[in-house]
Each structure stands twice: as C-alpha cells, then as structure tokens.
C-alpha cells in the first residue's frame, strides 16, 4: 500500500512553501519535523498503517510490543515497581502508535493504574488506539499537550529516534549544518557553514556526517519542569556519547523506513516513509541532571543497559517457558543480539530518591554514558 500521491504532492507543496518563506532555505530539523508531523499530510499524521510484522499488512516497520505481548508484560514489572516507588497510580505513554503497548500494560498492571495518559499528536493513530483500548476506555485519556503539572510514570518506546534532529557536516575541517532547498522543484541537501558542533571533539580530519538532538534534549528538560513525582523510562535504538561519535561513524544514523526496507534518502517520497536518527543517551542524561530543579526533584539516574539485559531482568525468559512455541520464537528476537537486543537500549531516571531498579540488577552500563 502506498500513500495516495494527492497527500505526498500537497505535503511537497507545503514544505516547498516553507523553504520559500525562510528564504530557500530550511534545516533538517524542520525539513524533518514537516515530513514526518504536517496535520494530515505527515508521515505520522496520515491514515495508513505504520506498524505491523509483514509488509503485505501495508506496515513500515515492527515494533517490539507490536511483534509479542510478552515485551509488555516484561516492561510492566519495571512499570509497576516506578509506580509503587514514587506513590503515583498513573501511566503516561507519549507516542503510543497503534496502542499495542497501552494494552500490554494496562492489562498486566490491573489496579496499580489509576489513569493512562495518552500523548500523541497522530488524529488517525488516536482513532487507531481507542478502538484497540475499548476495555480501558475508563482509565484512558488523551492529550496533545503537557499540563503545567503532573505526576506518574512516563513510558516512550522508540519516541526520541522520531525527534527532528539537527544534521552537522564537518567537510575541510569546518562544521557546517545540512539542509534542504529547492532545485527545479526538487528537494536538494544544502550545507552552510555553522558554529554549531557536536558535543565532543571528533577525532581525525575526514568528512563527517552526524546529529545532534536539541529537541529530545529538550524534551526532557520540559518534562523535569513539569513532572513533580515519578519516573521517566525509555527505550530506542542508540548509544552513549563516545560510541555515537566514534570517528568511524562517518556517515551518521539517520535512516528512513518504508515496506520494511531501510534507506539513506530522507529527500525522496517524502510522507510516504519514518525517517529516524539513533539516540545520543549521554546527552538526555545530561541535559535531565543538568537542569537546575528543586531540591528532591532533581533526575536521578537509576539505570542504562541493552533491552535485553533489561528484559531478562524483568523475567521474559521465565515468561517465554510458558508461552506458545512461535510465540516463544518471536520474544527471542527482543533479546537477540543481532535483532533488537543489543541495538536498543532502555534508560530508567526518577524523581526523588534512587532506588535499585529490579531492570537494571544485571548488566547496568551507566559508566559507559
């Protein structure tokens, strides 16, 4: 299934005008944030489905609570415990597609949730995890934008990797930052020379191509203003500061996805297809522990390590005994190595005081941040 070229032609109009008011210019972060958030035209504002196993469903990509409800379930133990620490009873899910991990933990949770807060800015995708979350209708609720206050659990599964980011060029020793402009009605890369630069040196002269990530970063600094009481805990593909700008990473993260194939070209189909950058976890740690916050709400670094390190942790190989076998066959992809294993990793922060986090009991990598 493709996008209808009505929506892709208009959503190209719409970007092009927003060059043209810029003055022909637009950095990637904004070229991003209009690809992938346009109301009704963006990748994520459109109707067609995203998630799912196969691509004859018309998905892009699989998630992991989209591939066996056993990740859920697993999640929900970390879940449970952030919530009995920090005395709240309500679960805040930002970017909960199509609502498969919203039912995951709300079943397995039971009574220990006393409200499900929904943030997403998806019309269609709201459509999408109401039907799916009819049995919760009671407890659910959902927002498009952050009150002045709140308390609970915060849960973001692959949130941050769909932030628009920044892209930087170091080309004959100067940093510039990409972005896009019009040639012949096309979208071409543009790079200018800019002060900008990532935030530790990259060793060598040669070419390099990077991110930076000033909105997740601000995200969740807005969080620690807003969140009195509670945890944070992410999960997404990414690495620590050193591994990310490792100077062998020359040709950066960013990478879009469409049909369950990959590619490098953000430019082409635009709306038709996710566009994604890894995760910089040094630098949302950072950005939450330097953050000046009263006292007894300050981020507390509770854990960092691989997704599957936190999900044998939290039980799912004691859950796997008691599933089905395909069932069983699809969990293991969520620890394996070469699946998502070791690609993604889970960071746990909380306010108040620390604890030792039941995911984080074996194999923590927060030295390496």
């Not at 993260?253 to 890894?278: E, F, S, Y």
């Not at 069983?328 to 070791?342: D, F, N, V």
Request: proline fraction near 6%.
């Amino acid at each position: 299934m493709t996008e209808p070229p009505s929506l892709t032609t208009a959503l190209h109009s719409h970007i092009a005008q927003a060059i043209g008011a810029a003055g022909g210019w637009i950095g990637f972060d904004r070229f991003m944030a209009l690809a992938l958030y346009t109301p009704g035209l963006g990748y994520y504002a459109g109707g067609l489905p995203k998630f799912g196993h196969l691509p004859q469903s018309g998905s892009d990509f699989v998630t992991a609570p989209e591939l066996t409800p056993l990740f859920g379930q697993a999640l929900a133990v970390q879940v449970r415990e952030a919530l009995e620490r920090t005395q709240t009873r309500e679960l805040w899910e930002f970017g909960a597609g199509s609502g498969a991990l919203a039912l995951q933990l709300l079943d397995a949770l039971g009574d220990a949730v006393q409200r499900y807060t929904i943030v997403d800015l998806s019309g269609s995708l709201r459509a999408r995890q109401q039907e799916r979350l009819a049995a919760h209708a009671h407890k659910l609720r959902w927002l498009d934008a952050l009150p002045d206050a709140m308390e609970g659990v915060v849960v973001g599964n692959e949130l941050l990797d769909a932030m628009p980011v920044q892209l930087l060029l170091r080309q004959g020793g100067q940093w510039h930052e990409r972005g896009v402009t019009l040639e012949q009605g096309a979208f071409v890369w543009q790079d200018r020379p800019t002060p900008l630069a990532p935030p530790i040196p990259i060793e060598g002269t040669h070419d390099y191509l990077t991110e930076i990530h000033p909105q997740a970063e601000a995200f969740v600094r807005t969080l620690g203003e807003k969140l009195r009481r509670g945890a944070l805990l992410l999960i997404d593909y990414g690495f620590g500061e050193r591994e990310y700008y490792h100077p062998q990473r020359h040709m950066g993260t960013l990478m879009c996805h469409r049909a369950h194939q990959a590619d490098d070209n953000p430019l082409m189909d635009v709306g038709a297809k996710d566009i994604t950058a890894h995760v910089n976890f040094t630098g949302i740690v950072l950005a939450a522990q330097e953050q000046p916050l009263p006292v007894g709400q300050e981020w507390q670094l509770l854990g960092y390590t691989s997704q599957a390190h936190f999900l044998i942790n939290c039980g799912l190989p004691q859950a796997m005994e008691q599933a089905p076998l395909q069932e069983r066959a699809l969990a293991a992809k969520l620890l394996m190595e070469h699946e998502m294993g070791e690609l993604f990793q889970v960071l746990l922060l909380a306010k108040g005081a620390p604890w030792e986090a039941v995911g984080f009991a074996h194999g923590d990598r927060s030295h390496r941040l």
